[in-house]
């Protein structure tokens, strides 16, 4: 069993402000949410694409990321740190057949013993798979440099028919980095843009049948509420293979969900997607501006009474009740900034970055752990059970005030921990 033992420059169990608040924090300190606490230590995400030299089968690009945190380190010789490791895709047929398979083993060196726990810096690695349309299991798998296995994860797939005679798009990648002319990107594995470095772009290919027609590309973003905020149509002549690239930063500033919708139209062929993809970073300005999403994550810390009152009033009045609402609760109303306020949306951010579900599209604020985090703040000790297989992994995080701890376990193995015990 591995301890991890945090601690914190927030003490966050002192005290609540006002009668229906229910976040927890102690006014005297107010900082940003420490950067190594709770992050998913192992992500990954498949993408699927045409094999343009084998039309008959379907690419399937297979990225992973990791952290230091993850991996086993030993003091070597040359007085730094070193730690092995080896990655295994695995993919079965209906009779769990192995049918492909691909390893790779990587070295990570760091010079202190303190970045052998840095959960910022991640490495990347990605396998490629060329198989025939259809669905497939596979299996992913991560060993140190023991052969001990550190991740099992488990799951279906499904690859496209890209077959020439077949109007068909590739998965929409939303990117930290892209470049159009080499058609490389860095994936945000997690649909959730929350760094504010990131290029914030979506890549996709499309591949129409041989045609002398024009082929029209509409796509637009949409936000929670189905509000359109671009809105374009591309005019394109057809190609074996037309590559999309579209820069988003310049269209979108505030914090939310988003929809990307796509139909790409050829003589009376069409193809569709939608995708979900949130932004995190923010001004913490910003955040309030999108009031719709700011009272329903006031509902994490605030009586249901109130947020339905919020909710079932006009929109000037929401504002109004809205703003009431922390200024009540403001422990330094003679100054310009609520730190309380501050505190709250710095949690949800911090929720978002760590402790997002990319497969279910579901952000960090939504999450159980996120939940938690954002009411009492970061815990005194956070217990994390290894992984091993066939096992839960399971976090216990301890607050000490409330003489209270919760127990979250990640049954699936893939990320997802659900609040299981209060005790």
């Known amino acids: 069993m591995r301890k991890i033992i945090l601690v914190f420059l927030i003490l966050t169990t002192a005290g609540i402000y006002g009668p229906s608040a229910q976040m927890r924090t102690q006014p005297s300190s107010f900082t940003a949410m420490p950067e190594n606490f709770g992050k998913e230590l192992f992500v990954y995400r498949i993408y699927n694409f045409a094999d343009l030299s084998e039309r008959s089968k379907s690419v399937a690009q297979v990225h992973i990321s990791l952290v230091n945190d993850l991996l086993n380190f030993i003091k070597t010789d040359a007085d730094d740190f070193r730690a092995i490791y080896t990655l295994e895709a695995i993919v079965y047929n209906d009779n769990h057949e192995s049918i492909a398979y691909q390893t790779l083993t990587d070295t990570l060196r760091v ?73 490389q990107f860095t994936p ?56 999309f690239c579209l820069p988003l930063r310049d269209h979108l500033n505030q914090p939310g969900e988003y929809f990307f919708n796509v139909a790409v139209r050829l003589e009376n062929r069409v193809v569709k997607s939608q995708q979900k993809f949130t932004i995190s970073w923010g001004n913490l300005s910003l955040k309030g501006e999108n009031l719709a999403l700011a009272i329903e994550q006031l509902n994490l810390i605030a009586k249901g009474d109130f947020v339905r009152q919020l909710r079932a009033a006009e929109e000037e009045e929401q504002w109004r009740l809205y703003d009431a609402f922390w200024k009540e609760r403001d422990p330094t109303p003679a100054t310009d900034k609520n730190e309380l306020k501050d505190v709250f949306f710095e949690r949800i951010d911090f929720a978002n970055r760590n402790f997002t579900e990319p497969r279910r599209g579901r952000e960090g604020w939504r999450t159980d752990r996120g939940r938690v985090f954002i009411r009492n703040g970061p815990p005194d000790e956070i217990e994390k059970m290894p992984t091993e297989p066939n096992m839960p992994t399971a976090e216990i995080w301890y607050y000490r005030k409330l003489n209270r701890r919760y127990i979250f376990s990640d049954s699936q193995g893939i990320g997802e921990y659900r609040l299981v015990k209060v005790e």
């Open 188 to 243: 945000n594995l997690r649909n959730n843009f929350f760094d504010e470095n990131s290029e914030f772009a979506v890549f996709f290919e499309i591949y129409p049948p041989p045609s002398n027609d024009s082929l029209f590309i509409d796509y637009s973003v949409t936000d929670a509420t189905g509000t359109r905020l671009l809105e374009e149509r591309k005019k394109k002549h057809s190609l074996s293979k037309m590559v």
């Open 111 to 183: 010079p202190y013993y303190s970045e052998t726990n840095d959960r910022n810096k991640i490495k990347r690695n990605m396998f490629l798979f060329s198989l025939p349309p259809g669905k497939y299991d596979y299996r992913i798998q991560l060993f140190d440099g023991e052969n001990q296995v550190l991740v099992q994860q488990d799951a279906k797939m499904e690859l496209a028919d890209f077959a020439p005679e077949h109007l068909q798009m590739s998965d929409v990648v939303f990117a930290d980095q892209l470049n159009c002319r080499t058609q």
